[in-house]
């Protein structure tokens, strides 16, 4: 049914006049219209690397370049030892413990240094400082040690566990659950820990979050695991050094020395098969690589096919993506509308260079997108938040999805009271010509 053509008549007749006045107060004022927003990893292993799981993860940005099977479980090994690591680090740059503070070996320490594995051999009552221990973990993935470190940090291994699940909890390893501190088959250790079926398990996915923390909130780390060889010093019983070479033959003169890489721990159990949780720099980008559950190669070298698979995933990784400067820090990506201001928008920039991983001759599958604060009002300060940029890429981000700040590129003072007045009067003529609009267009 439609209205009486005198009723619309009348609307028109009332919307001209509105849209003329309104028009005109826009040129005047310089009103604008709101701003409008801007608008593989797989399950499949293509690089057939042979393992249980693997991951390829780029630093900075934490986007993951390449995942197989990589939300599962399984057992760390001795990559175990990165929680630890991360621990003791933290007590370290907490003022909780210090490098040289003296470590008295206790009944579990001195028991793993016995015939648990790669050690040290210490001994119960003995005395180490907290380096020479610290480094013994890193480079020789000595259990001895690592417990020893454990109980300097907790107080107890019970203790120390328990902080190592919460960790990882607080970390977003959601795929991951600590008995021990250094991944030793926990059915082997009676009577320090109970063969009740309870295990060390971790996702390659999690051993990623794990390294990238090591490397982001603790880089010292690399002080540590780029050492190929060194001599744990005498004991009271022991006259001799110990020689140690460092597990990780990725590094530096070793048998699989990959261009760049100096850390971070390998693992192996029967159970576990042979693992690395690996580092690597060329250039401006840093990548992290985990492998899981690799095969035993036949021959004097059974660990080469973890290596192997390294190799595989830098070599993707570093030859077909790259870190580039996606909005350079102060260049405005567009303007956000100001109001009650002497100006009517405000430049909106980043404050540091925006950088993301591309993929090589695919740059444009990685951009850029951006929304402002809403009803922003004058005083506007240079360097508040305007806006918020979102990197879109079609490869996922290891953690989160975090928004980036945008912040005004100017100061944008409030405007004199006149101004602001005949903006108002501008905004309800505005206001009245879309609802006359909007009940003609109904008609």
């Known amino acids: 049914m439609h209205k009486p053509r005198s009723l619309r008549s009348a609307l028109r007749r009332l919307a001209r006049p509105l849209i003329l006045i309104g028009a005109a107060l826009g040129i005047l004022l310089g ?37 197989y099977n990589a939300e599962e479980p399984l057992p760390p090994a001795s990559m175990t030892k990165m929680m630890t690591e991360y621990l003791v680090l933290k007590a370290v740059r907490e003022g909780k413990l210090r490098w040289e503070d003296p470590v ?215 030859q077909n993506f790259a870190r580039k400067v996606l909005a350079p820090a102060g260049q405005p990506v567009g303007d956000v509308s100001v109001r009650r201001g002497t100006k009517d928008n405000v430049p909106a920039v980043p404050a540091a260079d925006i950088v993301d991983v591309v993929p090589v001759g695919h740059e444009e599958d990685v951009r850029v997108t951006w929304t402002s604060v809403p009803d922003l009002f004058a005083p506007v300060q240079k360097g508040q938040k305007v806006g918020e940029l979102r990197v879109e890429s079609p490869y996922p981000l290891l953690e989160g999805t975090p928004d980036i700040p945008l912040v005004a590129g100017e100061d944008v003072p409030k405007a004199p009271w006149w101004r602001i007045f005949f903006a108002a009067v501008g905004d309800f003529f505005a206001n009245a010509y879309r609802l006359a609009l909007s009940v003609l267009n109904r008609a």
């Not at 393992?51 to 993951?64: D, F, N, P």
């Not at 309870?198 to 051993?207: Q, W």
Request: negative net charge; hydrophobic residues 40%.
């Open 104 to 318: 008295t070996i206790g009944v579990y320490p001195g028991f793993l240094g016995r015939d648990k594995g790669s050690r040290v051999f210490l001994e119960e009552g003995e005395t180490r400082t907290v380096r020479e221990l610290f480094t013994a973990m890193a480079v020789y993935s000595a259990n001895d040690a690592t417990a020893a470190l454990a109980e300097k940090v907790a107080g107890s291994r019970e203790a120390f566990v328990s902080l190592m699940n919460e960790t990882a909890k607080s970390l977003g390893m959601v795929h991951t659950h600590f008995v021990t501190c250094h991944g030793y088959p926990e059915e082997e250790l009676a009577p320090f820990v109970k063969a009740n079926g309870d295990k060390n398990v971790m996702s390659a996915r999690d051993a990623a979050i794990l390294a990238r923390h090591l490397l982001l909130d603790t880089p010292e780390i690399l002080s540590f695991t780029s050492i190929v060889r060194a001599n744990f010093p005498p004991g009271a019983n022991r006259k001799q050094e110990i020689a140690m070479e460092n597990w990780n033959k990725l590094l530096p003169g070793l048998r699989f020395a990959y261009e760049g890489a100096d850390g971070l721990k390998t693992g192996f159990t029967d159970e576990a098969k042979y693992c690395v949780t690996a580092t690597a720099k060329r250039g401006d980008m840093r990548l992290i690589a985990v492998v899981m559950g690799a095969e035993p190669a036949p021959g004097p070298e059974p660990d080469k096919n973890r290596f192997l698979a390294a190799h595989a995933l830098f070599n993707y990784g570093f």
């Open 31 to 67: 009103q604008h219209p709101a701003w409008a927003e801007g608008t593989s990893p797989s399950g499949t292993d293509p690089l057939r690397l042979g393992v249980r799981s693997a991951i390829l993860v780029e630093l900075e940005s934490g986007r993951v370049l390449y995942a």
